[in-house]
């Protein structure tokens, strides 16, 4: 759990996210903040969020308010999923391994990515009760994919997750004109552009956990993967370092929640870092919302206990906005609770920061 130091440190997300850019090195903090090319679908993201406005309800009883989901049979503290994110021993020496311990203590789940320096066998003897996925980059043949389900499946991790976005590894323009290159001869890669249906298939058909697809970004995808008898649909963009000029993820949301019709458990990221964001995307449809930037910002500023108060301010600001709708459960929201509304500024992956101050002459 967050320590009291924590606690009294970071009284807001924004805290938080300062503390992270003071600790860090300009090239980490580009990893997490950049793109690619021109990054507008980082801004995209953003924007689809800040288009979207509340209409709320008053003189309705909100005395107790309850922000729990459940998600593959158990009951998580607010509807958030640590997304997978390589690379986050950058942020912290002990990486996912932190990240994971975070989501255990404050009970939600955390997916793991297979470039993770950290196992799923490590995560699993450590935190064995803990809701624990695993997400695959294929860098391997179809036997290679085959071991892989095998040996997630013997840890007991409770679903696992296909990307299915990532055909060829984007230029990061913010990170290459400083020559700092990360990950792009992982031997291996070329297996994820020969990536089809057909392998879903034969990995569904393995397979006794749910399966998930990372990376649906259009109606016709999420349909076809409930036809491949995929258990959950997860709206990605990569948070905009994938294509560029790609939609904004709760753009995509609506649609795809129209064309499944609750065929399938709805995950959903890109952009997300505040309460009233995550309200927004279960009264859209999601079931669950998957945060990236926001843990590495965590992770950056105090280790376990940055990610736990990350969670913890989540909490507090969904369940705000929740009784300033006039709504007590999360199954209430629908869209009736929201309207489309004109931009204000240019969004950008901070501008739901609009207090913070990246002063260099305060860094460390």
């Known amino acids: 759990m967050s320590t009291n130091t924590s606690a009294q440190q970071f009284l807001t997300l924004q805290e938080i996210v300062q503390?992270?850019?003071?600790?860090?090195?300009?090239?980490?903090?580009?990893?997490?903040?950049?793109?690619?090319?021109?990054?507008?679908?980082?801004?995209?993201?953003?924007?689809?969020?800040?288009?979207?406005?509340?209409?709320?309800?008053?003189?309705?009883?909100?005395?107790?308010?309850?922000?729990?989901?459940m998600f593959l049979g158990k009951k998580m503290r607010i509807p958030v999923m640590l997304a997978p994110v390589g690379s986050l021993e950058l942020f912290e020496q002990t990486g996912a391994m932190a990240v994971a311990q975070a989501a255990s203590q404050f009970n939600v789940a955390h997916m793991l990515s297979s470039i993770s320096t950290v196992s799923h066998r490590e995560i699993a003897d450590h935190l064995p009760d803990a809701m624990r996925l695993f997400q695959l980059y294929v860098h391997g043949d179809s036997d290679w994919?085959?071991?892989?389900?095998?040996?997630?499946?013997?840890?007991?991790?409770?679903?696992?997750?296909?990307?299915?976005?990532?055909?060829?590894?984007?230029?990061?323009?913010?990170?290459?004109?400083?020559?700092?290159?990360?990950?792009?001869?992982?031997?291996?890669?070329?297996?994820?552009?020969?990536?089809?249906?057909?392998?879903v298939d034969r990995i569904r058909s393995k397979l006794k956990i749910p399966l998930i697809l990372k990376g649906i970004a259009t109606d016709q995808d999420a349909i076809m993967a409930v036809e491949h008898g995929v258990d959950m649909v997860y709206i990605s963009n990569h948070g905009g370092r994938q294509l560029d000029y790609d939609r904004g993820s709760l753009s995509v949301l609506p649609e795809v929640a129209a064309a499944i019709r609750g065929k399938a458990t709805i995950i959903v990221d890109g952009g997300f870092c505040r309460g009233t964001d995550i309200v927004k995307a279960i009264a859209m449809g999601a079931d669950m919302v998957g945060l990236g930037r926001m843990q590495c910002y965590g992770l950056a500023a105090d280790g376990v206990a940055g990610v736990y108060r990350v969670l913890e301010l989540l909490e507090t600001e969904i369940r705000t906005a929740m009784g300033l709708m006039g709504v007590t459960t999360l199954a209430q929201l629908n869209e009736s609770y929201l309207c489309q509304q004109p931009l204000l500024g240019q969004p950008d992956v901070l501008s739901a920061f609009p207090h913070l101050s990246l002063d260099e002459s305060s860094f460390y």
């Open 145 to 199: 994919v085959d071991q892989c389900v095998e040996q997630v499946q013997q840890s007991n991790c409770q679903a696992f997750c296909l990307t299915v976005d990532s055909a060829y590894y984007s230029r990061r323009e913010r990170d290459i004109s400083k020559r700092n290159i990360r990950r792009s001869n992982v031997p291996g890669r070329e297996h994820q552009c020969t990536l089809t249906w057909k392998d």
């Open 19 to 69: 503390k992270a850019r003071q600790k860090l090195s300009i090239d980490n903090w580009d990893y997490i903040i950049g793109g690619t090319e021109t990054e507008t679908t980082v801004r995209r993201n953003r924007a689809a969020l800040d288009a979207v406005g509340f209409k709320p309800r008053v003189l309705r009883h909100v005395g107790s308010i309850d922000t729990s989901q």
